[in-house]
């Protein structure tokens, strides 16, 4: 389990309030967004800081996991949801990647730009491509072929391997 330095007092009694409750919480459980903001007299809709902490305190130090249900409340999740959670992750940032080329794409003056940004530009839109093709349905077949012949999460350089072998 993680642990980011911080002592339990040094979080804010509301945050610590929100622990205490939500850690009672079961598998696949939901408590109502009004259920929590009545425990600390805010809304935590309104001011999510306080329940974000109360997560993620939660999910380092004791791997519970939280999940959004909108507009009801927060559900602790199963371990398949914790899985699904994950994949919408990777379709998020293959979104975000796109969204990030169309933006480096839209630098009408390159060759005026500054040596520094010029490189700046070229190495942030790799990193982004990467990303964008690393997390493409083709890719993730060949991870999954990968990781399934060895039974456990790839280390970076076998990843590669079958990301290069997955872009024949």
């Known amino acids: 389990m993680g642990g980011n330095g911080k002592t339990i007092p040094s979080i804010s009694i509301e945050a610590q309030t929100l622990i205490r409750r939500l850690r009672t919480m079961e598998?696949?459980?939901?408590?109502?967004?009004?259920?929590?903001?009545?425990?600390?007299?805010?809304?935590?809709?309104?001011?999510?800081?306080?329940?974000?902490?109360?997560?993620?305190?939660l999910?380092?130090?004791?791997?519970?996991?939280?999940?959004?249900?909108?507009?009801?409340?927060?559900?602790?999740?199963?371990?398949?949801?914790?899985?699904?959670?994950?994949?919408?992750s990777m379709d998020r940032i293959r979104r975000e990647a796109r969204r990030g080329i169309k933006k480096l794409d839209a630098v009408v003056a390159f060759d005026e730009l500054p040596e520094?940004?010029?490189?700046?530009?070229?190495?942030?839109?790799?990193?982004?491509?990467m990303n964008e093709k690393v997390t493409a349905k083709k890719v993730q077949k060949q991870l999954e072929e990968a990781v399934t012949a060895q039974s456990a999460a790839l280390p970076l350089v076998k990843a590669l391997e079958a990301f290069q072998e997955a872009m024949k």
């Not at 459980?29 to 993620?56: C, F, H, P, W």
């Not at 940004?117 to 491509?129: A, E, G």
């Open 27 to 57: 598998v696949g459980e939901t408590i109502a967004y009004g259920e929590l903001s009545t425990l600390i007299g805010r809304d935590v809709q309104k001011e999510r800081g306080t329940l974000y902490t109360a997560m993620n305190r």
């Open 59 to 88: 999910r380092e130090d004791e791997c519970m996991m939280f999940g959004c249900v909108r507009a009801k409340g927060i559900k602790r999740l199963s371990d398949e949801e914790i899985v699904d959670s994950g994949e919408y």
């Open 116 to 129: 520094e940004k010029r490189v700046r530009h070229n190495m942030v839109k790799t990193i982004l491509y």
